[in-house]
């Protein structure tokens, strides 16, 4: 059985830095990217960034290009969000994922057939 379980949100002040874990067990994931979702009260989930498991390749959204890193440990089976320069705006629950890639990449993905965590929720306070 397939489990995602994320780890390492809580509350920061604008400005400041958080690392959440994303710990993937039950399969390899050679195929598959992961990724970072995230939802803020009364909005749609958004892609935040996803990396793939095979290679590194790795993908963001605008608003957070330059700001968080996504990285992945391949002995671990864990992939990380490092979140700097925090605005409120970032505030949301994450989420993480794994989905196959198809032909089409990335980018193509819509990651409804994939496996999802239970979220972590982060706060930036101003």
């Known amino acids: 059985q397939v489990q995602l379980v994320e780890s390492g949100g809580g509350l920061v002040q604008v400005g400041g830095s958080l690392r959440l874990s994303c710990a993937a067990s039950?399969?390899?994931?050679?195929?598959?990217?992961m990724g970072w979702f995230r939802q803020a009260p009364g909005k749609e989930r958004e892609f935040v960034a996803a990396i793939r498991w095979s290679g590194g390749s790795t993908y963001y959204a605008d608003s957070v290009k330059g700001r968080f890193t996504i990285s992945r440990d391949n002995r671990k089976n864990t992939m990380y969000l490092q979140m700097n320069s925090l605005k409120p705006e970032d505030t949301a629950v994450y989420y993480c994922?794994?989905?196959?890639?198809?032909?089409?990449?990335?980018?193509?993905?819509?990651w409804g057939t994939g496996y999802w965590g239970q979220g972590t929720q982060v706060t930036v306070s101003s």
């Open positions: 994922a794994a989905d196959r890639v198809p032909g089409g990449g990335v980018w193509t993905m819509d």
């Open positions: 039950g399969r390899t994931f050679n195929s598959y990217a």
